[in-house]
């Protein structure tokens, strides 16, 4: 595997690639890499010929770039790149913040995909997908990929990447990989790291909830209301202070009727000091009227 960090490399890389006709797949991601990670670059791997990975924490994502979040999140190098390593990656690109945004990222062209990115997590993290339809965007400009692997943990933004990539043209076909789970359903995610080891027991309960409102829908119950209020309600009751546990549309995100048979339910809530977001699919044969 290669590790490089200027975006002339990179393009000389690929460009030898493509020229070959070889197929390149690509692993954006911020790092810190578990098995969920992990999960991805296997899918890539059997989409391609090449794999690129980048390993880029995104200034422009995070609500506080100069502090907080952005500077607390955590970086492993080192252990990221035998991980990369040992899993067949190609290429590692891992650019520094002054070759992704030379002229900073404040005025900076940005992407911005309306409507999808206002809502749930969008609320909460206003200008947070700009920050990665930016990034990303600026990554299927630099490795031009023919595939992107994305998990679905992150549902949301993975629409976000999906509505930009069709509507600006990117000829990159973008695959979501399922939430990969710890034992007792977790969501593996970097940010786990950040619980206490009380937390890291209590936060078990999100899936559960998670899977519970997934069976009343399933077992055709009509009141979607009832269903979203009584998880929250019992996610408070487990310590958790939830900003949105929600029943929506699986395609656009739009609430759910009863009409509806696609469905994700998706919740964020804080968990002490962490956030954590979590998401649940599903799908159903039409349901009783509420
Ligand atoms: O999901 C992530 O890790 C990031 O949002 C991404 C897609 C790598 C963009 O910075």
New binding site residues.
């Given amino acids: 595997m290669q590790s490089i960090t200027t975006i002339a490399d990179l393009r000389r890389r690929v460009s030898l690639w493509r020229q070959a006709g070889e197929r390149i797949a690509l692993v954006?991601?911020?790092g810190n890499l578990h098995a969920g990670h992990l999960q991805l670059v296997e899918t890539a791997r059997r989409q391609a010929n090449h794999v690129v990975v980048?390993i880029?924490?995104?200034p422009m994502?995070f609500s506080d770039a100069s502090g907080g979040d952005f500077e607390h999140y955590p970086r492993t190098f080192e252990v990221d790149q035998k991980k990369l390593m040992e899993s067949g990656v190609d290429l590692l690109f891992f650019p520094a913040q002054e070759e992704m945004y030379p002229a900073g990222f404040k005025n900076v062209t940005r992407v911005m995909v309306p409507g999808i990115s206002d809502i749930l997590c969008g609320v909460f993290r206003p200008s947070h997908f700009v920050?990665?339809a930016t990034?990303?965007a600026k990554?299927f400009n630099m490795v031009q990929p023919d595939v992107a692997v994305?998990?679905e943990k992150?549902y949301q933004?993975l629409l976000v990447?999906r509505r930009f990539t069709e509507e600006l043209c990117f000829p990159v076909e973008i695959i979501g990989v399922p939430t990969v789970r710890e034992a007792d359903g977790l969501a593996m995610s970097?940010r786990n790291q950040y619980l206490s080891a009380e937390e890291r027991q209590r936060a078990a309960a999100l899936y559960r909830t998670l899977q519970t409102a997934k069976e009343r829908l399933i077992s055709g119950e009509g009141d979607i209301a009832a269903i979203e209020s009584d998880a929250e309600k019992t996610l408070r009751e487990a310590g958790f202070c939830p900003e949105y546990f929600t029943v929506c549309r699986a395609d656009d995100l739009q609430p759910a009727t009863t009409a509806d048979t696609a469905l994700v339910i998706l919740t964020a809530t804080w968990l002490g000091e962490t956030r954590l977001i979590d998401n649940i699919q599903l799908r159903r044969h039409g349901a009783a009227p509420a």
């Fill in positions: 954006p991601t911020m980048s880029f924490v995104n994502q920050g990665v990034v990303v990554f994305f998990g992150d933004q990447i970097s």
